[in-house]
């Protein structure tokens, strides 16, 4: 089975500052990835993707994530951080090739964005 | 075009009662899944289905049912509730394994 770490379970920044939330993967072969954020009482919502192609993946609201096959790796970046970006945020994949399309998620990571 | 619904939004349960959580999708998936959100935990899969008619059992199953005789609706049911078993419960659906689409959440706290 796939195994999703995320390290640091809180990330504080000031407005402004750069995001950077980590993300690793356990997987030889390397999966689908996924980032999705969850506002506070609401569901999960898809920041950005990694399905192949480019390394470098753009989402929405700033927010961009560089695939590093080397390292396993999926971190997720803002340039500038925003009150509006205080959420959870999950790094989930997905085992390219199977039929089932479950997901894999991280344990979460909570961002708090000072003023 | 409603996405993924969920119903019901709120409950509270007696230990040993028992509830069905229904998910709703208009989107014509294939796949559906139910999630358990607990903190610190991240997401963990409980049921899926990957078509109308069957149901697989994920990481977390014990204690919970599921059904898919529609294929826009997946039921999970709690035969005999635990306090283990309280959680927010998401429902999701996908076509494409590109994306999955969640639902608002169910709160459900046993007593």
């Known amino acids: 089975a796939q195994s999703v770490t995320q390290l640091g379970s809180h990330v504080s920044v000031s407005e402004g500052a750069l995001v950077l939330l980590r993300c690793n993967y356990s997987?030889?072969?390397?999966?689908?990835l996924f980032w999705y954020v969850q506002y506070p009482n609401q569901g999960l919502q898809l920041l950005l993707k990694?399905?192949?192609?480019?390394?470098l993946v753009k989402g929405i609201n700033g927010f961009e994530a560089e695939f590093k096959k080397s390292e396993t790796s999926f971190h997720l970046t803002k340039p500038s951080a925003h009150m509006s970006d205080a959420a959870e945020y999950f790094c989930?994949?997905?085992?390219?090739?199977?039929?089932?399309?479950?997901?894999?998620f991280g344990r979460g990571t909570q961002l708090t964005v000072w003023p | 075009n409603a996405g993924v619904t969920q119903t019901p939004k709120f409950r509270v349960l007696k230990t040993g009662q028992s509830m069905t959580l229904l998910c709703a999708q208009d989107?014509?998936?294939?796949?559906m899944y139910w999630y358990r959100q607990d903190p610190g935990m991240g997401l963990r899969l409980i049921h899926y289905?990957?078509?109308?008619?069957?149901?697989a059992k994920g990481e977390v199953p014990d204690g919970y049912n599921v059904s898919r005789l529609k294929k826009q609706n997946f039921l999970l049911g709690l035969e005999s509730a635990a306090p283990s078993q309280t959680s927010v419960y998401f429902c999701?659906?996908?076509?494409?394994?590109?994306?999955?689409?969640f639902g608002p959440g169910t709160r459900l706290t046993v007593t």
């Open positions: 289905s990957v078509g109308e008619g069957t149901t």
């Open positions: 997987s030889s072969v390397p999966p689908y």
């Open positions: 999701a659906s996908t076509q494409s394994f590109y994306e999955q689409y």
């Open positions: 989930a994949v997905s085992e390219r090739g199977s039929t089932l399309g479950r997901l894999y």
């Open positions: 990694y399905t192949s192609a480019a390394t």
């Open positions: 989107m014509n998936h294939e796949y």
